[in-house]
Structures are given as structure tokens and as C-alpha cells.
């Protein structure tokens, strides 16, 4: 995959880069033409046993891509029969073009001369689905998520055009209710909704054909969402130079809590020696220290009980990184030690508590990053801590992906916006969408864990996007590797079998 394959195209877009297409000589009538052979091709590659096939079509030009895949479907020899939703007449351009070469029966699911659709699915042996299209903006009601209910509860294998019917392309949201889909065919390049939750779960696989546009056309529309894939950021992973030394991998600084909460911190610690920084400390009360003493031993320890003790500590320039939040505790003495940590110049990771303890007055942080524009600074907040911190912008309103980058705008930071879809955006616009990462990873103390490799990268030297989008997807690659029952202190562990299994992506010279 390269870096234009790792792009990810809203339905706004996807519609611009087939006008461009169209202006540069390719007919509409070509891009429908290949979009349904490849739908076909799905069909007689993934559902070879299939022979009586239901292609559902809407008026649009996702009903078009159908009628073009039910005709390539009966020249091979299926059983094909089509079902239209929507009057014919509102069929018109390249779909009215596709529909008037379908030679095959077409029963009508709409209006007084409607067929039962059950009948049709009990009749199939697999669905086409090319009901709507991805630019979907309005609930799916009445009649019509009927006929979906039915799809869904038929049992049989359902191939989408595009996006299943009911997910809105751009967010990955139900808009009322959705086909589920065991393959979904999509085109040029993927949207944001075939990987953001919950979309990705009705997309089943998702295959992406090449239908003929022209590669020329991301230059014009620059895009700026990403699928998180190794392409996007490999350039920046940090050497291993045969000649290098610890020093040249950073020296990484984690902020602990209190003696009865240093869990947190430990499990950071662990994870950003495993991913590369050269040194760790843990600055840590005095209280705290005989007991973090007590369970690490690469790690070395600094007293630091407050917040000129951070700044005493990070005045040492060979601490080029620092990461404060896990089980710091809230109130004045970590936001004390949070704008020590911002105005020190190091790279700074903030987590969990750095973040919640300034949901009252999330300006004085976003000040405190904006006084320093050119120093690194990523926040990791989870769904809560992101509310908590930018409660003025609408998560239900806005796709994850716009909303984590509308928070990056504000703040001045990367933020990683966690969960099962995360998300990294930056001030300069752009954002990646993560998609490597198993359901394991919803146990206590991972996000500490990431945390931590997040440090390990700015320690490094990694520009701040890059380290968090490098980060996320190596704690979802470190994470599968461990499997079922899997737990925060497995994770560290991990990562040099990660690393190992991954030597074009991080190789060891």
C-alpha cells in the first residue's frame, strides 16, 4: 500500500473524484460499467455455490452499479432476478442507461404493484444489496427498513455496493437501520465509514476495485483522512543505526501518582522502554518510590513531590520527553505539574487525569500548548475524558473523526481519540482512523499502556502525529499477538514480537 492508498475519501469527495474522472474523458457510463463487474466478480469469487441471486436496486447510481452486476450475473449463467425500490421513472443518466439493459425480470417494491420481498429472498441464494449509497443523510424508515429487516433476518449472504443501505459513508452511524453485509464492494478508495464503528461491523469484508479512475485526481481533491496503516507513517519510523547508543533514543520522563496508585504510571513506564526510548524515569513522590522500586528494574526512579521538582528534573535537557495523567490524581498539584511539564520544552504526552482535572477550564491548558506552538504535545483522552474536555462539540452530530480533529484545532495538540475505532488528528487537518485493533484490548490499564509508546516515539524524535498514529497501531499489533485473555501488563511484553514479525516496517539495521 502506498501513501495515496492509505487516503480515505468522504461521500463528498468520492463524488468529486468521478466528476474529475468524467471532465478527464471517462464516461459515467464506464465507471458504472466497472463498479458492477466488480461487484459481480465478488459474487462468483467469494459465493462460488450462489446461483439464484436478489439484486435489490434503489433509483440512484448505487441502483445503476446493481442493474450493471445483475446483468454480468446472468451472462454467467445465475439465476438472476431484480427487485426496484422506487418507481422506474425516477431511474435516470447512467442508472436509467444500466436498467434499460437489464433484459431479466424486475419486480417492483414500492408502490400498488409491490411483490412480497419475502418471497424473492426465499427464492435467493445470496442478496445483492444496492439500495442507497454511501452520501446517505436521512433516517431509513417505514416500508424500506422493512424490506432491510427482512434482508437481515433471511439468514442469507449479503454483498453491498458500496456501503450496506442505512450507514452514512461519512460517519459509520446507522441512519435508523442498516443491511448487515457479509462482503461489501467499494470503489477507488475506501470512506470513513467502512472503518469507523459502527459501520465496520455491517460491512463484512470490504474489497476495493479500481473502476478506472485516475490516480491524478487525489492532487486535486487532498484528501485528508487516512486509513492508520504503516504506509502513512513508515518514513518516520526511527532508525536503529549500528553505531547508536541509548542516549540517541531519548530519555523519556513518566509522572506517577501517589504510593497506592502507581500502576498506571509503572505500566507506561514498561511500555515505552519496550517501544524504543533509550532511558526512563518515573518522577514520582517520595512516599511512592520504594513501592515502583519494587517492580521495575530498567526503570529508574526520581523524586519529584511537586511541581518544582517536575520542572527541576525536566530542566535537564536529555529528558527530551514527558508523559503525565495516568493515576496522577485531580486538583491544583497536577495542573501544577502539567504546565511545568508544557512550559519545560520537552515533548509531552498527556493521559487520563492531565486531562479531566482541567474540564472546568479547558483554556488554561490549551493556552499553556499554545505558548510552545512548535513543541510536540499529544492527549490520549478516552470518549469520557474527550466530553469532559470539549463538551461544546457534539459527538453525536459529528463524525469521530471530525470531531477529534475539530478538538486537535482547538487545543493545539494530536489527540487520540481511543476506543475500538480510534482516531488521530492533528492541528494541521489531517486525521487517520485505526483499524487494527482486537477487542482484547479493552481491559483495564491499556490506554496507560499506550501512553507509554506514544512517549517512546517523541522520545525518539518522531514528529507528534506520526509517533501517535505509529503508537496506536503497534499497540493494536502488540495486542493481537497475545489473544484471548490478554491483559494490560501482557501488552509491553509484546512488542518485541511485534517489532519482530514487522522488519519492513521496523527494521533493525
Not at 491524478?216 to 507513517?233: G, H
Not at 522500586?293 to 529528558?319: G, N
Request: proline content about 6%; some cysteine; aromatic content about 4%.
Amino acid at each position: 500500500m502506498s501513501l495515496q492508498e492509505t487516503m480515505l475519501l468522504t461521500p463528498a469527495e468520492m463524488y468529486e473524484a468521478d466528476r474529475l474522472a468524467m471532465a478527464g474523458g471517462i464516461s459515467g457510463v464506464d465507471l458504472m460499467r466497472r463498479a458492477g463487474e466488480a461487484v459481480a466478480d465478488c459474487v462468483r469469487r467469494e459465493h462460488p455455490y450462489c446461483r439464484r441471486v436478489l439484486v435489490l436496486c434503489g433509483p440512484g447510481n448505487n441502483g445503476g452499479d446493481g442493474f450493471v452486476a445483475a446483468s454480468s450475473l446472468r451472462a454467467s449463467g445465475h439465476e438472476v432476478v431484480v427487485g426496484l425500490w422506487g418507481a422506474p421513472d425516477r431511474l435516470s443518466g447512467d442508472a436509467a442507461d444500466a436498467a434499460s439493459k437489464w433484459l431479466g425480470p424486475v419486480c417492483e417494491l414500492s408502490g400498488p404493484e409491490a411483490v412480497d420481498p419475502g418471497a424473492l429472498l426465499f427464492a435467493a441464494d445470496i442478496v445483492i444489496d444496492a439500495l442507497l449509497g454511501a452520501g446517505l443523510a436521512r433516517p431509513v424508515d417505514g416500508v424500506l427498513a422493512a424490506l432491510i429487516d427482512q434482508v437481515n433476518n433471511s439468514g442469507l449472504p449479503v454483498v453491498s455496493v458500496d456501503v450496506p443501505s442505512g450507514i452514512d459513508g461519512q460517519s459509520g452511524r446507522i441512519c435508523g437501520t442498516a443491511v448487515r453485509a457479509r462482503d461489501t464492494v467499494t470503489f477507488f478508495r475506501l470512506k470513513p465509514g467502512h472503518l469507523l464503528h459502527p459501520g465496520r461491523q455491517y460491512c463484512g469484508r470490504v474489497h476495493l476495485a479500481d473502476i478506472g479512475i485516475p490516480e491524478a485526481v487525489l492532487e486535486r481533491i487532498r484528501p485528508l483522512t487516512f486509513a492508520n496503516d504503516p504506509d502513512l507513517w513508515r518514513a518516520r519510523v526511527p532508525p536503529l543505526a549500528p553505531d547508536g547508543h541509548k542516549y540517541r533514543r531519548g530519555h523519556a520522563v513518566v509522572c506517577a501518582g501517589d504510593r497506592w496508585h502507581t500502576g498506571a504510571a509503572r505500566l507506561a513506564a514498561r511500555a515505552a522502554l519496550r517501544a524504543g526510548a533509550g532511558l526512563v524515569t518515573v518522577a514520582a513522590e517520595r512516599a511512592a518510590l520504594d513501592v515502583i522500586a519494587h517492580h521495575l528494574t530498567a526503570v529508574m526512579l526520581a523524586p519529584a513531590d511537586d511541581a518544582a521538582e517536575v520542572a527541576e528534573i525536566l530542566a535537564d535537557c536529555r529528558h527530551n520527553a514527558v508523559l503525565i495523567g495516568p493515576a496522577a490524581g485531580l486538583g491544583p498539584q497536577t495542573r501544577e505539574k502539567v504546565a511545568q511539564c508544557l512550559a519545560s520544552g520537552a515533548a509531552t504526552v498527556l493521559d487520563a487525569d492531565a486531562l479531566t482535572t482541567f474540564a472546568s477550564h479547558p483554556e488554561a491548558l490549551f493556552d499553556a500548548i499554545g505558548r510552545q506552538p512548535d513543541r510536540p504535545v499529544v492527549m490520549t483522552p478516552h470518549d469520557g475524558e474527550f466530553s469532559r474536555l470539549f463538551n461544546d462539540i457534539d459527538r453525536n452530530s459529528v463524525a469521530k473523526h471530525e470531531a477529534t480533529r475539530r478538538a486537535s484545532a482547538r487545543s493545539g495538540a494530536v489527540v487520540i481519540l481511543k476506543g475500538a475505532d480510534t482516531v488521530i488528528a492533528s492541528p494541521d487537518g489531517r486525521a487517520a482512523i485505526n483499524h487494527n485493533a482486537p477487542p482484547t484490548l479493552a481491559t483495564a490499564g491499556s490506554g496507560d499502556v499506550l501512553a507509554g509508546i506514544v512517549l517512546a516515539f517523541l522520545a525518539q524524535g518522531v514528529p507528534a502525529f506520526e509517533a501517535a498514529c505509529m503508537a496506536v497501531w503497534l499497540h493494536g499489533e502488540a495486542a493481537r499477538q497475545g489473544g484471548r485473555g490478554l491483559i494490560a501488563e501482557d501488552i509491553p511484553e509484546l512488542i518485541p514480537r511485534a517489532f519482530s514479525e514487522s522488519p519492513a516496517i521496523f527494521p533493525v539495521l
